[in-house]
């Protein structure tokens, strides 16, 4: 079993940064590929980045490429998901998951947080 516990959400204007953390326990971070998800008030849960074991290899939803970075610190068996530029569109609970290959697929993952919340005023 992987636990996983997202922070760092809140209210920020339109422009502003976050950083959300996921912090993992249990089994062995390091051999998991990690993903992080939003959902929208109304809408699907979608794909937003994935990083690999070694942080060599990241994939980012159209959208928010050039302003969202996704790192890891297998040391700290923390993953990091850095948000600049922040759009009203944006506003989503975010969570991040655990699995053992790198996809975009929700179904790929076998872990989930419980989300924290981001939201982007005008």
């Known amino acids: 079993q992987v636990q996983l516990v997202e922070s760092g959400g809140g209210l920020v204007q339109a422009g502003g940064s976050l950083r959300l953390s996921c912090a993992a326990s249990g089994r062995t971070f390091s051999r998991f590929v990690m993903g992080w998800f939003r959902q929208a008030p109304g809408k699907e849960r979608e794909f937003v980045a994935a990083i690999g074991w070694t942080a060599d290899s990241t994939y980012y939803q159209d959208s928010v490429k050039g302003r969202f970075t996704m790192s890891r610190d297998n040391a700290k068996n923390t993953v990091y998901l850095q948000m600049n530029s922040l759009k009203p569109e944006d506003t989503a609970v975010y969570y991040c998951?655990?699995?053992?290959?790198?996809?975009?697929?929700?179904?790929?993952?076998?872990?989930w947080g419980q989300g924290t919340q981001v939201t982007v005023s005008s």
């Open positions: 998951a655990a699995g053992p290959t790198l996809s975009r697929r929700q179904r790929t993952y076998d872990y």
